[in-house]
């Protein structure tokens, strides 16, 4: 065991409870998990099997707490815990993983499959043997306060020009307004669209909302890499902006990971209940419509058969399933298409959980989604809208890298195309 060996050891005795090893007891080895994974299903090797990409833990437990583990070690055949070692899990468990959990509905022992890969991630980031890529977008999230570089000045920029180009204004550090709106750093800097968007239908329902320059941004590699004082530390961020300027509610853009970090794992983080309230964009554009305070225009939209791919963190892990389906079918009515997977099945895009920041997982991360490929073509869509920046990224380079006629779209940006004119003048 060296010293990386042990680090990873050492953190997973730690997180070694009762809870983890009676998942691992109850595993019959059956490998249904594996039909459900798009890492494994378009390459059919057997070692992206989700449950294998738990195997490092389930070591640390077999090694720490059975008598098998104690005597294999005894006698010398203990299991390797060296750099190396480390390095060719940390490939499967970062690049091959996007921590979607769509694996645990298909486990006949109701094991949280991807729950496990996300621990064993965490004994991975404690030694240190995190894919490059990742670790240096991580590292600048902590010291410049984003992984896409939007600092205070480029916010500052990209907000003015966003509320220029395309006419809407965006409210910035108000004191007292009801919501925060949390943007992502992939909308800031490649979807700006996405922004005014958002921005349209919130004033047009007459919200009382901000943005903030200092809670600027709710990317959170933390979350990705695994490592709990990092996701606390960005956290925290937008927990502070949130409390200076006294709203009520958080509301998360088009952002899957970010909506359970700040929905679910922030509780946790702080030891408490945050101060407000936190939702989806999604949640909000639909309480709009259903209260009228937003109206849209029948037979505005015109792009042809639509569908909607659901972020594995926002209906999987964020129960978020119909509201999007309310707004899509307002905007598409008859155009709406549903894929023959949907809803909590449905499968993922194969670029979140901080795979798509990893450039060597490239080619790994485009045969995962092959599945979106067949999902799209069987139902003949010509425009897919989602509702997170992540998968919108990842449809973007899967449907240019094979070919597909096929735009790409999000749920606000349909919704905003066609809104009337609303309460707040807009
Ligand atoms: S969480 Fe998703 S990507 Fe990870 S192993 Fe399970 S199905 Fe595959
Ligand atoms: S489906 Fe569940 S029980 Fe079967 S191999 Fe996978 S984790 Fe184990």
Request: charged share 25%.
């Amino acid at each position: 065991m060296d010293q990386y060996g042990k680090q990873a050891y050492d953190e997973y005795r730690q997180i070694l409870r009762a809870g983890i090893a009676a998942q691992f007891e109850s595993c019959v080895r059956c490998g249904i998990c594996a039909g459900s994974c798009s890492f494994y299903t378009e390459t059919g090797e057997p070692r992206y099997t989700p449950i294998w990409k738990a195997e490092l833990l389930r070591r640390a437990y077999e090694q720490d707490a059975t008598l098998l583990g104690k005597l294999r070690s005894l006698l010398g055949w203990g299991y390797k815990w060296d750099y190396d070692t480390l390095k060719q899990w940390s490939v499967l468990d970062y690049e091959a993983c996007t921590s979607c959990n769509r694996c645990a509905q298909a486990c006949p022992m109701g094991i949280s499959i991807g729950a496990l890969i996300h621990k064993a991630r965490e004994g991975l980031a404690a030694a240190g043997v995190v894919p490059e890529d990742l670790q240096k977008v991580t590292r600048k999230a902590v010291e410049e306060g984003s992984p896409l570089g939007v600092t205070r000045e480029v916010f500052e920029e990209r907000m003015e020009w966003i509320a220029e180009e395309w006419e809407v204004e965006i409210p910035t550090d108000l004191e007292g307004m009801d919501d925060l709106v949390v943007f992502t750093s992939i909308e800031i800097q490649k979807f700006p669209t996405g922004i005014a968007a958002i921005a349209k239908i919130l004033n047009a329902a007459g919200l009382r909302w901000t943005i903030s320059r200092e809670g600027r941004e709710i990317t959170n590699f933390g979350a990705f890499v695994g490592d709990a004082a990092i996701t606390k530390q960005i956290a925290l961020r937008i927990v502070e902006a949130a409390e200076k300027l006294k709203v009520k509610r958080v509301i998360i853009s088009e952002c899957g990971h970010a909506n359970d970090v700040m929905r679910w794992s922030l509780p946790n983080l702080l030891g408490h209940r945050p101060p407000f309230e936190v939702v989806h964009i999604t949640e909000v554009m639909a309480d709009l419509l259903a209260s009228g305070r937003i109206q849209l225009k029948e037979g505005a939209y015109k792009g042809g058969p639509i569908t909607y791919h659901d972020p594995c963190k926002v209906v999987r892990r964020g129960g978020i399933v119909e509201e999007p389906r309310i707004l899509m079918k307002a905007v598409a009515g008859e155009q709406f298409r549903e894929m023959k997977e949907n809803r909590e099945k449905n499968w993922c895009c194969g670029g979140g959980g901080g795979v798509i920041s990893i450039g060597e997982a490239e080619p790994l991360r485009m045969k995962a989604f092959g599945v979106k490929v067949r999902q799209i073509e069987e139902i003949g869509a010509q425009v897919v809208a989602t509702s997170c920046s992540n998968c919108r990224l990842q449809f973007v380079d899967g449907v240019k890298h094979y070919n597909l006629p096929v735009k790409v779209t999000t749920v606000s940006e349909l919704v905003a195309a066609a809104l009337l004119p609303g309460k707040g003048g807009n």
